[in-house]
């Protein structure tokens, strides 16, 4: 198992490599998608094989919904959007059902969706009660006028728009439980979920949910809903998913700040993702990671954390799937 780990994150590594940005370059895939299930220090020796297997049938269920809409000329929009759906139906991971707790024990959802075609976005923060998310914050970016609701008024919206509603209790896990009780003395779950994507139509997506962090105030919101910070998509750039510690990810504006060193310095995908999460981030402290696909269908991966959930696919056939760095 360890090995099969290996040889994916190497996989990843040498398939994911980029050049510098040439603006004619060619596509180097038709379609391409990548995923994550959160990123953060995680020891090998802390998960057993089984946890392991689990998570990465996850990921791979994750990432075959996605891989079979952009196959089938499908939007990126429709398949970030339900890779999400599935990671946040999937109680291992800190989204939708199996969100992380705030200090007063409830669960404060955000969410966000952006369409690198018109630079349309969607986003909703501090929910309590939606089933999923990610689909009322693209009800926000398709059916209302604005880009973020929040709370109540957000609740109201999903509602009027016919969006499943549930108790509270619904996202209830031990797990999340059990590490709202550990991050009272300091260890805490990872698992925010997101997903980027090209499509055959060479449009850009990006979606991203999480519970927040674990033991947040009630009321804190993260970079995932802050469209720039945790989630960005532009057809001229790249689309980018990011996941860690918000308050340096809304600090650094992070997943725009990629695509920025894209469009102003010419920088490739990888290069541009290095800078700000293996430099700037690292140097401020912040931790944590991105999945990120380029106009072209370049693929990158990284953090600067032990570990992330992580999945990818393109219609050249490269897979991979990881979760340490080793
Ligand atoms: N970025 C998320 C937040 O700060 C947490 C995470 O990705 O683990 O809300």
Redesign the pocket.
């Known amino acids: 198992m360890r090995k099969v780990l290996l040889l994916l994150t190497v996989i990843a590594a040498l398939s994911c490599s980029t050049s510098k940005t040439n603006p004619d370059a060619p596509k180097t895939a038709e379609w391409a998608l990548a995923l994550h299930g959160?990123?953060?220090d995680m020891n090998r020796a802390d998960f057993s094989d089984e946890d392991i297997a689990r998570y990465e049938q996850e990921l791979i269920n994750a990432r075959t919904i996605g891989e079979n809409i952009l196959a089938n000329g499908g939007s990126s929009l429709d398949a970030v959007e339900q890779v999400v759906r599935y990671l946040e139906d999937c109680p291992l991971f800190?989204a939708g059902k199996g969100a992380v707790f705030t200090s007063a024990g409830k669960n404060e959802l955000?969410a966000a969706i952006m369409s690198g075609s018109n630079l349309s976005a969607g986003a909703i923060a501090g929910v309590s009660d939606i089933k999923n998310p990610i689909s009322t914050a693209r009800l926000v970016m398709e059916k209302s006028a604005h880009v973020m609701m929040i709370g109540k008024g957000a609740s109201e919206f999903a509602k009027s728009m016919g969006a499943e509603m549930v108790d509270s209790s619904y996202f209830f896990t031990d797990k999340s439980w059990q590490s709202l009780q550990r991050a009272l003395q300091k260890a805490e779950k990872?698992?925010?979920v997101g997903c980027v994507a090209l499509d055959k139509s060479g449009n850009l997506a990006a979606a991203t949910s999480?519970g927040?962090?674990t033991n947040?105030r009630y009321g804190r919101v993260?970079?995932?809903p802050i469209i720039g910070a945790?989630t960005y998509a532009n057809n001229a750039t790249c689309a980018v998913s990011?996941?860690?510690?918000?308050?340096y990810?809304i600090r650094y504006t992070v997943a725009h700040d990629i695509s920025a060193l894209m469009e102003y310095k010419g920088l490739s995908l990888q290069d541009a993702a290095d800078v700000v999460v293996n430099n700037k981030l690292v140097k401020a402290h912040g931790a944590?990671g991105v999945v990120a696909v380029d106009k072209n269908g370049n693929v990158y991966l990284t953090m600067n954390t032990t570990g992330m959930f992580r999945a990818y696919a393109t219609s050249n056939g490269d897979k991979g799937v990881g979760i340490f760095t080793e």
């Open positions: 959160g990123a953060g800190n955000d990872m698992g925010t999480t927040g962090m947040k993260g970079d995932v945790g990011a996941t860690g510690h918000g308050e990810f944590g």
